[in-house]
């Protein structure tokens, strides 16, 4: 199954690359933890917001946007050049494509454009359909409606989502091109939907069993599985653009 073959060459790349992974993203994520750690003890744990009338602070959340932005997309073109070109960081942190990086988000936002109202619609016939479930109980409900949702919208993004990394490379694909490579091919980007949904759920899960709410080790956790998913999820449109686009045997 194509589908199970770029998931486990998506995988390879991270911890088959592990040294090469953590110079790309360990101290820009460390960055992007620590900015988010400050402006959390500093002025959300501050807030009551059972309180009446207390507010969002709006700026400081610009900032954690702002940055996670930055340091996501800054990882996600290194990682791209550094698979499919084989460009090394050559210092403590990977090179600064501005260019690049401005163009790989101009197209992300461009696809979160067209995934939105799609979104909005596969919610629609996610409840509708969950709703034929009432009788097994509301957890059952919102399983089935989270997975009726979940599933179709990762396929819609990945299909998307094929020639993104061109943005990274300076190529010329885009996202018709790389939707014009994947017809034919749902079965599998649906195949591999469902694996990256489950893989994300199982990641989540010994956090939720074995861990209390709250606290360091959570904190941790969590952000050392946030990690795997970003690399993860940065190798799969790697090995889409580099097999569909690129025509490159998945080894």
């Known amino acids: 199954m194509k589908g199970w073959q770029i998931f486990i060459h998506s995988v390879r790349q991270v911890f088959g690359n592990l040294e090469a992974a953590l110079k790309v993203s360990g101290p820009l994520y460390l960055i992007q933890l620590a900015v988010a750690v400050f402006i959390g003890v500093n002025v959300f744990s501050a807030i009551d917001f059972s309180a009446q009338g207390a507010r969002l602070p709006v700026g400081p959340l610009l900032i954690v946007i702002l940055v996670t932005s930055v340091?996501?997309?800054?990882?996600?073109?290194?990682?791209?050049?550094?698979?499919?070109?084989?460009e090394r960081p050559s210092s403590l942190l990977?090179?600064?494509?501005?260019?690049?990086?401005?163009?790989?988000?101009?197209?992300?936002?461009?696809?979160?454009?067209?995934?939105?109202?799609?979104?909005?619609?596969?919610?629609?016939?996610?409840?509708?359909?969950?709703?034929?479930?009432?009788?097994?109980?509301?957890?059952?409900?919102?399983?089935?409606?989270r997975v009726l949702f979940v599933v179709p919208l990762v396929f819609l993004v990945l299909r998307l989502s094929v020639s993104l990394p061109a943005a990274a490379l300076g190529e010329s694909s885009g996202i018709g091109d790389g939707w014009r490579a994947t017809i034919g091919q749902a079965a599998d980007l649906l195949a591999l939907s469902v694996i990256l949904v489950v893989f994300g759920s199982l990641l989540a899960l010994p956090g939720k069993l074995f861990l209390p709410p709250g606290g360091l080790v959570p904190a941790i956790w969590a952000a050392l599985i946030g990690w795997v998913q970003m690399m993860v999820w940065a190798s799969v449109l790697t090995t889409l653009y580099g097999h569909y686009i690129e025509g490159r045997a998945l080894s």
């Open 71 to 86: 340091v996501g997309v800054w990882i996600a073109v290194a990682w791209h050049r550094f698979i499919l070109r084989v």
């Open 94 to 145: 990977p090179a600064f494509n501005g260019d690049r990086m401005m163009a790989y988000f101009g197209r992300s936002f461009l696809i979160a454009l067209l995934v939105i109202p799609a979104a909005v619609a596969i919610g629609f016939v996610a409840a509708l359909l969950a709703y034929a479930f009432q009788p097994f109980g509301e957890s059952t409900m919102e399983l089935v409606a």
